[in-house]
């Protein structure tokens, strides 16, 4: 099913027992059963005001799309979206939509915020065939409940996106990345460091025993800040930074292996890779930890108990371990009654997140 418009998608909602929603394919996990709908017939740029900073477009809209739109300004989605293509080994172009509904959030994340706190409005349709509009299309927007953010990060299970407000940052001046050979330990150390700093960083990441961190903004600030980093962290040299291999986890993209993505204190991410023996990128000062796990049998979720959250992104043939962390008995009821509350009926990707 492709509906192009927000009535036929209500009907194909009401018309149906089970369904999985999809925008562009590139960014799903887990596994749900049903007859796929798909989101890409709701697709443009309805507003766009770079004056204002904000665009709206329809959930189906190519991520390209909205990115070559920004860029015609010199402007862009602050929180710098992951491609997971290379990684996950999907074909496809990744939705506006799809995009919210994962949360997708990269480097920047640390200084602007995740995806959901880029958002502005968000129209969806309910288990029942309701239209549901909350928020709105500019930023001093004032709401009751935020289901603006209720729907961002919640893989389609509680309804299907069919537009969403935004919004949008300008690019900046200039750029910079500041890199040192580090270990783990003291690489992450330092990015912690700098991070608790008030020069505004924008990036700090550890990959293949490099530490990085970025800074962005007007040219005189950006070396200003450049030069009182290096007079902290003492032998850091400005070079070039791949942040696109960071932001896509690009050096496991094309190797063998279950890929984890865990969420921990930053302060504990090296004792966690230490215990686990698995090779690693760390991005948000060790707040985000990608793991390559040739064998798929590591036991990644009882070195992170109590510590954060693991997700399997990318799981081995035959390999039955959930895509998601267990939720504490808490979580699972509230998460039950939102269910309840919005998919009445359970049509939407059911067992996709456990």
């Given at each position: 099913?492709?509906p192009?418009?927000?009535?036929?998608?209500s009907e194909a909602?009401?018309g149906?027992k089970?369904?999985?929603?999809?925008?562009?394919?590139?960014r799903?996990?887990?596994?749900?059963?049903?007859?796929?709908?798909?989101?890409?017939g709701?697709?443009?740029?309805e507003?766009?005001?770079?004056?204002a900073?904000?665009?709206?477009?329809?959930?189906?809209t190519?991520?390209?799309?909205?990115?070559?739109?920004?860029a015609?300004?010199?402007?862009?989605?602050?929180?710098e979206v992951?491609?997971m293509?290379?990684?996950?080994?999907?074909?496809?172009?990744?939705t506006l939509?799809?995009?919210v509904?994962?949360?997708?959030?990269?480097?920047?994340?640390?200084q602007?915020?995740?995806?959901r706190?880029?958002?502005?409005?968000?129209r969806?349709?309910?288990?029942a065939?309701q239209?549901i509009?909350?928020?709105?299309r500019?930023m001093?927007n004032v709401?009751?409940?935020?289901?603006?953010?209720?729907?961002?990060?919640s893989?389609?299970?509680?309804?299907?996106?069919?537009?969403l407000?935004f919004?949008?940052?300008?690019?900046?001046e200039?750029?910079?990345?500041?890199?040192?050979?580090?270990?783990i330990?003291?690489?992450l150390?330092?990015l912690?460091?700098?991070?608790g700093?008030?020069y505004?960083?924008s990036?700090?990441?550890?990959?293949?025993?490099?530490?990085?961190i970025?800074?962005?903004g007007?040219?005189?600030?950006?070396?200003y800040?450049?030069?009182?980093?290096r007079?902290?962290?003492?032998?850091?040299q400005?070079?070039?930074?791949?942040w696109?291999?960071?932001?896509?986890?690009t050096?496991?993209?094309?190797?063998?292996?279950?890929v984890?993505?865990?969420a921990v204190?930053?302060?504990?991410?090296?004792?966690i890779?230490?215990?686990?023996g698995?090779?690693?990128?760390?991005?948000?000062g060790?707040?985000?930890?990608w793991?390559l796990?040739?064998?798929?049998?590591?036991?990644?979720?009882?070195?992170?108990a109590?510590?954060?959250?693991?997700?399997l992104?990318r799981?081995?043939?035959?390999?039955?371990?959930?895509?998601?962390q267990?939720e504490?008995?808490?979580?699972v009821a509230?998460?039950?009654?939102?269910?309840?509350q919005?998919d009445?009926?359970g049509?939407?990707?059911?067992?996709?997140?456990?």
């Amino acid at each position: 099913m492709r509906p192009a418009t927000e009535a036929e998608l209500s009907e194909a909602i009401l018309g149906s027992k089970a369904l999985v929603v999809q925008g562009g394919g590139t960014r799903t996990i887990g596994a749900a059963v049903g007859e796929v709908l798909q989101t890409s017939g709701l697709s443009g740029v309805e507003l766009y005001e770079p004056g204002a900073l904000t665009l709206v477009a329809r959930a189906g809209t190519p991520l390209a799309e909205i990115e070559a739109v920004l860029a015609g300004e010199r402007q862009r989605l602050a929180f710098e979206v992951p491609d997971m293509r290379g990684l996950l080994r999907r074909e496809g172009a990744s939705t506006l939509g799809g995009v919210v509904a994962v949360n997708a959030s990269g480097p920047r994340r640390l200084q602007v915020g995740a995806c959901r706190d880029a958002l502005l409005g968000v129209r969806f349709v309910d288990g029942a065939g309701q239209i549901i509009k909350n928020g709105g299309r500019v930023m001093k927007n004032v709401t009751g409940y935020d289901l603006v953010k209720l729907m961002a990060g919640s893989h389609g299970s509680l309804g299907v996106i069919s537009e969403l407000a935004f919004k949008v940052q300008a690019v900046p001046e200039a750029q910079l990345t500041l890199v040192a050979e580090r270990g783990i330990i003291e690489g992450l150390a330092d990015l912690r460091k700098a991070l608790g700093s008030p020069y505004d960083i924008s990036g700090a990441a550890w990959m293949a025993g490099r530490a990085m961190i970025r800074i962005e903004g007007m040219a005189g600030s950006v070396a200003y800040r450049a030069t009182q980093l290096r007079g902290l962290l003492g032998d850091w040299q400005e070079a070039a930074g791949d942040w696109s291999a960071v932001r896509d986890v690009t050096p496991f993209a094309a190797r063998d292996g279950a890929v984890w993505r865990l969420a921990v204190k930053p302060t504990e991410a090296a004792g966690i890779i230490a215990a686990l023996g698995l090779e690693a990128i760390c991005d948000w000062g060790g707040g985000l930890i990608w793991l390559l796990d040739p064998a798929g049998s590591a036991p990644v979720r009882a070195a992170v108990a109590g510590l954060g959250s693991a997700t399997l992104l990318r799981s081995l043939p035959g390999q039955s371990t959930p895509s998601f962390q267990p939720e504490a008995a808490g979580i699972v009821a509230l998460s039950r009654a939102l269910r309840a509350q919005f998919d009445p009926r359970g049509v939407f990707n059911q067992g996709i997140m456990g």
